[in-house]
């Protein structure tokens, strides 16, 4: 009977772990923003506005606009989000992986090269076309590249979360304090090389 119960309990612990794993569920319509009259509330509340113009440009080639539950209340709870993205000609979306939801990727203009992982290490990868979608699973390392040298690539990301979060593997890795043994050993690279990675974090 003892074990049994603690059988139960563990499970149990299991299950609710699971459960804040992903966005909370709502228990109401929608989430009204804390000192809100939700009787005053109209359209405007759903409309984002801030994808007007385009996504600024970046000194990596990737401009990117993101709309998440922090600049849109109106998403929390919802369990979605979504990101403009306007890569330059060569520009590269280094690998990273978006930890609270999966991505799916629309190709509005251009061309771009993506691809993701599994944890085999196996690598999924395609070039895509204006009209093409591809799906990046949760947690898995994706990239994505423009390797067109004339024209640009526009793209409406869409997330499985309300706040997916973003992991950029060169920044976490070479821009973090991970001790410099453990990276030469890992990469199986010299002292000089893993400085010059480092270096080019900043």
């Known amino acids: 009977m003892a074990k049994s119960i603690v059988i139960l309990a563990v499970l149990a612990l299991l299950f609710v772990d699971q459960i804040h794993a992903a966005d909370p569920d709502l228990v109401s319509d929608f989430a009204v923003p804390d000192g809100v009259d939700e009787s005053k509330l109209d359209g405007v509340f759903f409309t984002y506005t801030g994808l007007r113009g385009g996504a ?76 093409d979608v591809f799906v990046f699973p949760k947690g ?7 390797f067109d040298k004339t024209n640009k690539a526009t793209v409406v990301s869409a997330f499985a979360s309300s706040n997916a979060g973003t992991v950029s593997l060169p920044k976490n890795l070479f821009g973090s ?18 400085q010059q990675l480092k270096t080019s974090q900043n």
């Open 177 to 194: 304090n991970i001790p410099n043994e453990v990276l030469t050993k890992a990469f199986k690279i010299s002292a000089g090389n893993l």
């Open 56 to 131: 600024p440009s970046s000194n990596n080639g990737v401009g990117r606009k993101t709309v998440s539950v922090r600049d849109f209340p109106a998403l929390n709870g919802m369990g979605v989000s979504m990101e403009l993205l306007e890569f330059a000609p060569g520009a590269v979306n280094v690998p990273h992986t978006h930890p609270r939801g999966g991505e799916i990727f629309f190709v509005v203009e251009g061309a771009l090269t993506v691809g993701t992982t599994d944890s085999n290490g196996k690598l999924y990868k395609n070039v895509l076309q204006k009209g």
């Open 140 to 146: 898995l390392p994706h990239y994505q590249a423009n």
